[in-house]
């Protein structure tokens, strides 16, 4: 099982994550939606497309653009479309 934690708290869980570049891509039905809030950032990314951002609120505190997502993945990156990926002190770690 992958934990995907921030601020002390499970933001994410899931057994079934996709590992590209370094990045644990986790199901979208497997993020805690409540700590994701949309943001307006997106970037591009030569081989897998335009990216969008999320911002994590947890106990209080913001951290943004922390996770990420491709909507509409290139055919090349199919695997990862619409799985969400972190960083900026999010940690994934497995038990």
Excluded at 11 to 24: D, L, R, Y
Excluded at 28 to 38: G, L, Q, R, S, V
């Amino acid at each position: 099982m992958k934990r995907a934690i921030w601020n002390n708290t499970v933001v994410a869980e899931s057994e079934k994550t996709v590992v590209i570049e370094g990045n644990h891509y986790f199901p979208a039905e497997t993020i805690k939606k409540e700590y994701f809030k949309d943001s307006d950032t997106h970037t591009t990314c030569p081989w897998k497309g335009i990216a969008s951002y999320y911002t994590l609120e947890v106990n209080g505190q913001t951290n943004k653009d922390s996770a990420w997502y491709y909507p509409k993945a290139s055919e090349l990156a199919k695997s990862i479309e619409g799985k969400v990926a972190f960083w900026k002190g999010v940690q994934v770690v497995e038990d």
